[in-house]
């Protein structure tokens, strides 16, 4: 029984929120990966445009609740977040349009797509702070427990109860059904083969009459959904705050990187990886290892390796790692 409590502990507060948070990380990581693999640079700006997608899904689902729209238990958010995409693409072939094409049609170096997309950067977190604040921003609404902890404790006996969050279990099947799109679209439509022959070469792929243009215009639209909605996922699991998602920048980089970059399955791989390092390094095992214990015995100190000040130091730790060992991450992506 003891051995049951702590499984639902270690559930509780470890491998359901991680699992969760991975999923989050694998679809931010998938959108990197996209724009290195095909457009060939590190764009700085992604945290920030999952804030502008977040942010305008959130307008929008304060707009439908304000007409007295919607979607009952689920979040009214899920309604809002094909707007929050769409809007986000345009912003981003906007941007392309802008400034990163003129540096494609002089043969820039990656480097200079790399600055480019820190000013990008700072512009959008700029405009996102204008319009919607620097506060936190809770905008998940419907029912908010699949499995509360309290009808968990009734059903089993045990002493330790289970919470499962409605945002954690949508955040899985909308990161599951992203993920299966996403890879039924590069394997089997013929846009996804022509954006996978001008990631491998691009020399060959524009010799076989491949349209450059609309392989960097879908990738940018794709880039869109996976930003916005690995944003309002996380939005709604936890909070919007744009600050936050800045920060994000550095789990979900490395996430790529330590997966492969260039490789959607590397970057899916490593998102769980961070998301699993990060929560089970800063998590406090002394409920779990007291009920392992002997009987009426309890553990001196939280038993946590790292305060969760620290969170994104694991992230940081790992990416060195990765970095100085094997640089072309664990599905051998492009080396940094």
Known sequence: MDF?????????????????YGAQLALGALGVTLIYG???????????????????????????????????????????????????????????RVVYR????????????VIASLGVMFIMNGIVRFLIGVDDQRFSDGERFIIRAR????????DEGLAFRTTQGITIVVAVIAVVALFWFLNRTRTGKSMRAFSDNEDLALLS????????????????????????????????????????????????????????LGAILGGFLIAFSEVGVTYAFRKVVGYLGPEDWQPEGLLQLLSTDYKFAV?????????????????????V
């Open 209 to 264: 009459g491949i349209n450059p243009d609309r392989v960097v215009l879908v990738t940018w639209i794709i880039v869109a959904a996976l930003a916005t909605t690995a944003g309002v996922l996380y939005g709604l699991d936890k909070s919007f705050k744009p600050f936050t998602y800045f920060q994000l920048l550095l789990p979900i980089f490395a996430s790529a990187i330590v997966g492969g970059l260039g490789n959607p």
């Open 102 to 113: 003129f540096y494609r049609e002089k043969k820039a170096k990656p480097v200079i797509f």
């Open 151 to 158: 009808d968990f404790r009734e059903m089993t006996g045990l």
């Open 315 to 335: 992230s940081f730790g790992i990416l060195l790692i990765v970095l100085l060992f094997k640089p072309t991450g664990i599905m051998k992506g492009k080396s």
């Open 38 to 96: 095909i457009l060939r640079f590190s764009n700085f700006a992604h945290g920030d445009t999952m804030a502008f997608g977040t942010m305008v899904t959130i307008f929008g689902t304060w707009g439908l609740q304000a007409a007295g729209v919607t979607l009952g238990p689920l979040p009214t958010a899920l309604l809002a977040l094909p707007l929050g995409i769409a809007v986000t693409a345009a912003l981003m072939i906007g941007t392309d």
């Open 4 to 20: 049951l409590n702590a499984l639902v502990a270690l559930a509780n507060f470890v491998l359901v929120p991680a699992t969760a």
